[in-house]
């Protein structure tokens, strides 16, 4: 892979914008452990935590090889800011299918981080006819499942397959 490439990639995946120091790598990546460790994290499968650690160690290369350059010159790219103001802009990932499988988890979280928000401390029922955040979430996660199909259909070669199979077979929970 292109290492300008390689390195935009990795910038956004740890949410670091030019001109990072380490101490913001090492902050970016322990936030994002604790994230995507399947022992622990968010995710089931280790496929999150394996492209974390490849992309924290191509830019703890690239510091020690090039402790005073900028990672990439963002000059002649389309840039995104998502939002933070505070943060200078990154490029997006180049895999589609990263893309998706990423707003889709966000959206899985989302909805059931939002789902037991509004049940607070009130005991689990799976009966859509007596939980009606249960309905709710149902209705949220509709679009997060076609996704996560979508790419196990579309894409099974990808590295993303497997943790959408994953995901699909943890989220049957809360449609029976």
């Known amino acids: 892979m292109d290492k300008k490439l390689l390195l935009n990639d990795s910038l956004h995946f740890l949410g670091l914008g030019p001109g990072f120091t380490e101490s913001e790598l090492k902050e970016s990546y ?24 490849k992309h924290y160690e191509s830019l703890k290369d690239h510091l020690l090889i090039h402790p005073e350059e900028e990672p990439f010159s963002p000059s002649g790219r389309e840039d995104i800011n998502y939002g933070d103001k505070n943060k200078p802009p990154i490029k997006p990932s180049k895999d589609p299918v990263f893309h998706e499988y990423k707003l889709a988890k966000e959206k899985e979280t989302e909805a059931i981080l939002s789902y037991y928000e509004k049940r607070n401390l009130h005991p689990i029922e799976l009966s859509g006819s007596l939980n009606k955040e249960l309905v709710q979430l149902r209705k949220d996660l509709e679009p997060v499942l076609q996704v996560y199909a979508e790419i196990i259909k579309n894409h099974s070669t990808s590295l993303w397959a497997k943790d959408a199979k994953d995901s699909l077979e943890r989220l049957r929970v809360w449609l029976r």
């Open 30 to 53: 322990h936030k994002l452990a604790k994230k995507y460790h399947p022992d622990s994290g968010e995710f089931t499968s280790d496929v999150m935590f394996v492209e974390l650690n």
